[in-house]
């Protein structure tokens, strides 16, 4: 039973191009999180949600759109890939003293 | 955010305990201190996470300063399974419900040596 999980878990694109990543969590929480690792290996939060309401936007740029159709989804589309948008992108969902992180979907923009 | 201070890296035999520590001396009033870890090629874990007193779960011990301003997550037997990095992560408590933002810093990468 997967609680938190992601597709695709690799992804390869060129640059310019649109992608989505999926995420689904079965944990019954109401809280979503999409957290991005790059090459560094740091991990920093993009945006999480609450009951599908943006909560958290960590200033990313507006290429990086989150969708929540309902709380045990929350979709990443990226508009425009670039170099830089290659990373591991984490997805997570939360209670109150503990997130749970899916696999992680690896985005290499050529 | 209040920041953490880690070892950037440790050592450890297998089967024997292992000591994490984590230097938070900025801490405020209300934030707890939480630990994660990230296995190789995997998302970050929750490990264990305390206030004030000392806490103890399946996992892990956390041994908290008096005066909060250092932790030490302490690992009592090392398995060749606790390698990874080791992320020391201050959580505002007063941070609405389950919603909130975990700050990573650079953790401190655990090699287990068999």
């Known amino acids: 039973d997967t609680a938190v999980s992601q597709t695709p878990k690799y992804l390869v694109t060129q640059m310019g191009n649109d992608k989505s990543i999926k995420c689904e969590q079965n944990l019954g929480h109401d809280t979503m999180y999409w957290y991005k690792q790059d090459s560094k290996k740091f991990l920093k939060i993009m945006f999480s949600y609450n009951n599908k309401e943006l909560i958290i936007n960590e200033t990313v740029p507006n290429r990086f759109s989150p969708k929540s159709p309902d709380k045990a989804h929350l979709n990443l589309h990226i508009n425009s890939l670039e170099l830089g948008d290659s990373a591991v992108y984490f997805c997570?969902?939360?209670?109150?003293?503990?997130?749970?992180f899916g696999p992680g979907t690896r985005l290499t923009v050529l | 955010d209040a920041k953490t201070t880690q070892p950037n890296s440790m050592e450890s035999n297998e089967e024997e305990p292992v000591h994490l520590p984590c230097n938070h001396s900025t801490i405020s009033g209300t934030d707890y201190i939480h630990w994660y870890r990230q296995l190789p090629s995997q998302g970050p874990e929750y490990v264990i996470h305390g206030l004030t007193s000392n806490v103890n779960n399946r996992m892990a011990s956390l041994a908290i300063a008096e005066d909060r301003k250092s932790s030490t997550l302490i690992l009592h037997r090392a398995t060749l399974r606790d390698a990874a990095v080791y992320y020391c992560i201050l959580r505002d408590g007063n941070s609405g419900g389950s919603n909130y933002k975990l700050t990573f810093g650079k953790g401190t990468l655990l090699t287990v040596n068999p």
């Open positions: 997570a969902s939360s209670q109150v003293y503990e997130q749970f």
